[in-house]
C-alpha cells in the first residue's frame, strides 16, 4: 500500500500545476509574476489589472491609466480613442516592466501601440507608478494599409528586442526596438518585415531548441457562443522568417498549423500569451464560454512538446520550457 501511495504522489508531483478558472472575466490577457504574486493585464478602460497568489482566486487591481489621466496623445492620435485600450504584452528588463498596448477604436483601422513603463507591479510599493513613454508605431510608419494593434516583444537571447504587431488587416509586421529605450530602433525609417499578408492577430513569439515559434489567432472574435476564434503556429530558424507550418508551406501564403480550436462549451478559444515558471511553459488566452453566457472567460494551461518538437496542447509527457 505504501508503494502505491508513493507512486501516486510522485505521478501528482510530476504533473505540473495549472489553473483554468470558470469565472474570471478577462480579454487578451497576458500574466507575469513579480515575487510571490502573478498579474494578468488585459484589454479594458485604462488596461485593466488582476493580481493572485496561485492562479486561481484573482483580484481587480486599479487600472494601469487612471480615469481622466490618460496620455494625451491617445486622443489626438485616435480621435475616436475614449480610454478602451487593447491588447496589451508585458516584460521586465533593464529594471523595469515594460508594458506596450493597442491605441485604436472599433473597426478604426487607424491604430496605435503605445508604451508605459513601471520600477513595480506592485500598488502598495512606494515606488509604484505607471510612466507614459509615449507613442512607439502607428498605422503612418508600421507598414502600408496595416492595423497597428496587439503588440508582442521578443528579446532574443542576443539581447535585440523587436516588437510583432498586426491584424487580419494586411497581416503581421515585425520591427526592432531599441534596447536602451524600448522605442523603435530607427524612428524615421522603421525596417518593417512582413511576417504575412492577411493571417492573424494577436500574435506571440516564443523559442524552443534553436526556433522560433509564431501564434495568432483566426476566425471571428468577440461574439459570445458564436465566436470561431482559435489559435495556430508556424516555426522558423530565423526570427525575421519565413515561417511554416508542419507541411513546410509558408504563413506568408496564409499556411498555417493549427494549435488550439474550439469546442462546444468553448467554441472561440484566442488570443494567446505565454508564461514560463521554473520547467513549465504555461498557455494564458481567453475562451468564449457556453455555460458562462458567452462571456469571455481566463484560461491558464501547461503546454507539451510533441515527437516533431513542436508544441502541443496534447499531453504527451514532455512539458514545454519555451523562452520569451
Same mark, same amino acid.
Given at each position: 500500500?505504501?508503494?502505491?501511495?508513493?507512486?501516486?504522489?510522485?505521478?501528482?508531483?510530476?504533473?505540473?500545476?495549472?489553473?483554468?478558472?470558470?469565472?474570471?472575466?478577462?480579454?487578451?490577457?497576458?500574466?507575469?509574476?513579480?515575487?510571490?504574486?502573478?498579474?494578468?493585464?488585459?484589454?479594458?478602460?485604462?488596461?485593466?489589472?488582476?493580481?493572485?497568489?496561485?492562479?486561481?482566486?484573482?483580484?481587480?487591481?486599479?487600472?494601469?491609466?487612471?480615469?481622466?489621466?490618460?496620455?494625451?496623445?491617445? #486622443?489626438?492620435?485616435?480621435?475616436?480613442?475614449?480610454?478602451?485600450?487593447?491588447?496589451?504584452?508585458?516584460?521586465?528588463?533593464?529594471?523595469?516592466?515594460?508594458?506596450?498596448?493597442?491605441?485604436?477604436?472599433?473597426?478604426?483601422?487607424?491604430?496605435?501601440?503605445?508604451?508605459?513603463?513601471?520600477?513595480?507591479?506592485?500598488?502598495?510599493?512606494?515606488?509604484?507608478?505607471?510612466?507614459?513613454?509615449?507613442?512607439? @508605431?502607428?498605422?503612418?510608419?508600421?507598414?502600408?494599409?496595416?492595423?497597428?494593434?496587439?503588440?508582442?516583444?521578443?528579446?532574443?537571447?542576443?539581447?535585440?528586442?523587436?516588437?510583432?504587431?498586426?491584424?487580419?488587416?494586411?497581416?503581421?509586421?515585425?520591427?526592432?526596438?531599441?534596447?536602451?529605450?524600448?522605442?523603435?530602433?530607427?524612428?524615421?525609417?522603421?525596417?518593417?518585415?512582413?511576417?504575412?499578408?492577411?493571417?492573424?492577430?494577436?500574435?506571440?513569439?516564443?523559442?524552443?531548441?534553436?526556433?522560433?515559434?509564431?501564434?495568432?489567432?483566426?476566425?471571428?472574435?468577440?461574439?459570445?457562443?458564436?465566436?470561431?476564434?482559435?489559435?495556430?503556429?508556424?516555426?522558423? #530558424?530565423?526570427? #525575421?522568417?519565413?515561417?511554416?507550418?508542419?507541411?513546410?508551406?509558408?504563413?506568408?501564403?496564409?499556411?498555417?498549423?493549427?494549435?488550439?480550436?474550439?469546442?462546444?462549451?468553448?467554441?472561440?478559444?484566442?488570443?494567446?500569451?505565454?508564461?514560463?515558471?521554473?520547467?513549465?511553459?504555461?498557455?494564458?488566452?481567453?475562451?468564449?464560454?457556453?455555460?458562462?453566457?458567452?462571456?469571455?472567460?481566463?484560461?491558464?494551461?501547461?503546454?507539451? @512538446?510533441?515527437?516533431?518538437?513542436?508544441?502541443?496542447?496534447?499531453?504527451?509527457?514532455?512539458?514545454?520550457?519555451?523562452?520569451?
Amino acid at each position: 500500500m505504501k508503494k502505491i501511495f508513493l507512486t501516486i504522489l510522485a505521478v501528482l508531483i510530476s504533473v505540473p500545476f495549472f489553473a483554468q478558472p470558470s469565472n474570471v472575466p478577462v480579454h487578451d490577457p497576458v500574466m507575469i509574476k513579480e515575487g510571490d504574486t502573478y498579474y494578468i493585464f488585459s484589454t479594458g478602460n485604462g488596461i485593466d489589472v488582476k493580481s493572485s497568489k496561485d492562479m486561481v482566486n484573482w483580484k481587480k487591481e486599479e487600472s494601469v491609466f487612471k480615469r481622466g489621466e490618460l496620455p494625451s496623445w491617445h #486622443k489626438d492620435d485616435i480621435p475616436e480613442q475614449k480610454g478602451h485600450l487593447w491588447a496589451p504584452d508585458i516584460h521586465y528588463r533593464n529594471g523595469k516592466y515594460y508594458l506596450y498596448y493597442s491605441v485604436s477604436a472599433w473597426m478604426n483601422f487607424n491604430s496605435s501601440i503605445g508604451l508605459a513603463t513601471n520600477t513595480t507591479l506592485d500598488p502598495e510599493s512606494p515606488d509604484y507608478k505607471w510612466v507614459d513613454e509615449g507613442k512607439i @508605431i502607428d498605422f503612418r510608419n508600421g507598414g502600408e494599409g496595416v492595423n497597428v494593434i496587439d503588440p508582442n516583444v521578443f528579446v532574443d537571447e542576443d539581447g535585440r528586442v523587436y516588437l510583432l504587431y498586426g491584424s487580419y488587416k494586411a497581416g503581421l509586421r515585425l520591427v526592432e526596438l531599441d534596447p536602451d529605450t524600448g522605442k523603435l530602433l530607427d524612428e524615421k525609417n522603421p525596417d518593417v518585415t512582413v511576417l504575412t499578408t492577411s493571417l492573424g492577430e494577436g500574435v506571440f513569439l516564443i523559442k524552443h531548441d534553436g526556433y522560433y515559434y509564431i501564434f495568432a489567432s483566426r476566425g471571428k472574435c468577440c461574439a459570445g457562443i458564436e465566436s470561431t476564434y482559435h489559435i495556430v503556429m508556424g516555426r522558423s #530558424k530565423d526570427i #525575421k522568417g519565413p515561417y511554416l507550418n508542419k507541411e513546410g508551406e509558408s504563413w506568408v501564403d496564409n499556411h498555417f498549423t493549427m494549435f488550439l480550436e474550439g469546442d462546444y462549451e468553448e467554441p472561440g478559444r484566442g488570443h494567446n500569451r505565454f508564461f514560463t515558471e521554473g520547467d513549465t511553459t504555461y498557455i494564458v488566452y481567453h475562451a468564449y464560454t457556453r455555460s458562462a453566457d458567452g462571456a469571455s472567460l481566463l484560461n491558464i494551461k501547461p503546454v507539451y @512538446i510533441d515527437n516533431d518538437g513542436w508544441p502541443t496542447m496534447e499531453n504527451t509527457g514532455k512539458i514545454l520550457k519555451a523562452y520569451h
